[in-house]
């Protein structure tokens, strides 16, 4: 995946602690098992807002114009320790816009008043609903799921692409944290490390 972070947003001037940030993300997926994950921080409670601009468009926190046409987000919002707080497909029409060629409203608008803490949100693309807390992955989890939706493809049946754009709003910090490799791809790595030791020793694994 591609990914770049924009320049945050602060509110109210001056860098503080406990100061509330806007931060902006935008990226691209490759596959459509894609999933995006950022960690975001609160000194102390914030009503926090996390939203989705780019299957409608708009103009994100960072004042940048994000075009129409990405896929059909949903987002999933866990603790520090990974529990879920709560997940959702598609926002009311009273706070996302509808895409002007499909007219439908499927961007992701999700307010929750939160504790200071650590948090993880995601996006990924319908229907890659999160299976539960962190660890126990999405539905769509491993390279046989890749291609799951044939391609980038709506709710609806239209055809999308792998754009997407994600703000965090009212927040102290935000990051795109390391990428993960996939499962797959950490048991070939495991197997490998394991053969090498081999060689070593003979030579001397609905908004909830």
Same mark, same amino acid.
């Given at each position: 995946m591609k990914l770049k972070k924009l320049v945050a947003l602060a509110l109210f001037g001056f860098a503080s602690l406990?100061?509330?940030?806007?931060?902006?993300?935008?990226?691209?997926?490759t596959y459509d098992n894609d999933v995006q994950r950022f960690n975001f921080t609160?000194?102390?409670?914030?009503?926090?807002?996390?939203?989705?601009?780019?299957y409608a468009g708009g103009v994100n926190a960072a004042g940048e114009t994000i075009l129409r046409g990405g896929f059909d987000p949903i987002?999933?919002?866990?603790?520090?320790n990974g529990t879920r707080i709560g997940?959702?497909?598609d926002a009311d029409c009273s706070l996302v816009p509808a895409d002007e060629v499909t007219g439908e409203c499927y961007d992701?608008?999700?307010?929750?008043?939160? !504790? =200071? /803490?650590?948090?993880?949100?995601t996006i990924q693309q319908f229907d890659n609903f999160s299976s539960g807390d962190l660890a126990d992955g999405f539905d769509?989890?491993?390279?046989?799921?890749r291609d799951?939706?044939?391609?980038?493809?709506? !709710? =609806? /049946?239209?055809k999308r692409d792998g754009h997407w754009a994600f703000d965090i709003l009212n927040v102290t910090s935000a990051e795109i944290p390391d990428e993960v490799p996939e499962p797959a791809s950490m048991a070939i790595l495991a197997a490998g490390m394991a053969g090498m030791g081999l060689t070593r020793r003979r030579k001397a694994r609905p908004q909830a």
């Open positions: 406990a100061q509330a940030d806007n931060i902006s993300f935008t990226g691209n997926f609160l000194t102390e409670a914030s009503t926090v807002t996390l939203r989705s601009l780019s987002l999933a919002l866990f603790s520090a997940q959702q497909d992701v608008n999700f307010t929750r008043e939160l !504790a =200071a /803490g650590n948090y993880t949100v769509f989890d491993g390279a046989q799921y799951f939706r044939d391609g980038f493809v709506d !709710a =609806a /049946g239209d």
